[in-house]
């Protein structure tokens, strides 16, 4: 199975804007072999959509949008991000959620457990999480979708777990056999090496492997990185196909952008240096 990563920079609100980035990168990577293609968190509609997913017709939009990408995309399965109703009884509008498109159709959602409150983030505000999370099968393969904070809560890795569940944990323990994580994780310094110790120590952890794609670019003042990797079941990583943004040659400098990272979380970086792997 070849897994290709699109590590696009959607547009809250463009839903035609982020579907054509969305239709483009997959035929491109269903051209190159791929036979998966995972895209960001909520990328059919743009991160963060905040309030917007008060309105009705913001989540209407997104179905159509996604179900318009679906009969667009055949010959090539995509992951992709977007809003769903949330059930009336939760007081919310709409859910964070994740759908499999194949074959025309929207085959498989998973909708985002873990809301996460703290620094930039308020998504309890604006979403009702997931009651249960399930896997779904691709090439011989039980696979457990995530969506960013969901991966966010290892207790192998991090100190003080903020969560009473572990959705990776869970959906691993189901069964799962190859962790997928969308997300659109806003930069800071030292974030790339600290998200990829974290996803590494899961794959070496559960004897998974994992793929993460993140969201490129800005939006509403929050800057994302991307840094899409792949990592085998030991925790080392292996290149995948990028599209979306070119990648950052061996020999070019990091122009990262300084600054002080959140101090709500915290973790010390272990092992081998990651940086050896730059994109």
Known sequence: MKIALGQINPTVGDFAGNSAKIIAYSQRARAEGAGLILFPELCVCGYPPRDLVERASFVTHNREATEHIAAD????????????????????????SAALLMDGAIKFVQSKMLLPTYDVFDEVRNFAPARHQDLFSFCGKR???????????DKHFWPRQLYSVDPVEALVKAGGSFVLNISASPFWAGKRELRQEMLATIARTDRVPVAFVNQVGGNDSLVFDGSSLVFDRDGKIIRPAVYGV??????????????????????????????????
């Open 143 to 153: 696979m457990a979708l995530t969506i960013c904070e969901d991966a966010w809560n």
């Open 73 to 96: 995309t055949r010959g090539i399965a995509v992951i992709c991000g977007l809003v769903t109703p949330a059930q009336a009884d939760t007081g919310k509008s709409a859910m964070n």
């Open 246 to 279: 070119r990648r950052r040659r061996h020999d070019e400098p990091d122009r990262r952008v300084h600054g002080r990272p959140p101090v709500v979380r915290k973790a010390r970086v272990r092992g081998q240096n990651i940086d050896r792997w730059p994109l």
